[in-house]
């Protein structure tokens, strides 16, 4: 196989693997300041009430996602094996960057701008 094909499909192998995949982190209180890459699960043990994460398009501000179950809305937190996680429904920003995103075994999956 030529040498640059390899090299190419090295790269983009590489860059396909090494999504900043976001895992989550146990606390007890939020920090001040989040980390990106990382879903702040705040709880006691299997009682969660809430989740954060920084805004994954780089706006730099926190979301903050409420999982108690008799408030609305609401959020399904999963975290996986390997501690990546998945929330449902989407996370969707209405002020500021208007970010929309689905948070899917770590990957963040865009919707479609609507505006
Ligand atoms: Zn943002």
Redesign the pocket.
């Known amino acids: 196989m030529n040498i640059l094909v390899r090299l190419w499909r090295f790269l983009t192998g590489w860059w396909r693997r090494n999504p900043t995949l976001i895992t989550a982190h146990r606390v007890g209180e939020l920090p001040a300041t989040l980390q990106p890459g990382k879903l702040y699960v705040e709880g006691e043990g299997s009682h969660i009430w809430s989740v954060a994460l920084l805004?994954?398009?780089?706006?730099?501000?926190a979301l903050q996602m409420n999982m108690l179950a008799d408030t609305h809305p609401r959020w399904q937190l999963t975290i996986h094996e390997d501690a990546t996680t998945t929330l449902y429904p989407s996370v969707w920003?209405q002020v500021?960057?208007r970010?929309h995103f689905f948070l899917r075994r770590g990957r963040v999956e865009w919707c479609a701008a609507v505006r």
């Open positions: 805004c994954p398009c780089g706006c730099g501000h920003r500021g960057c970010s």
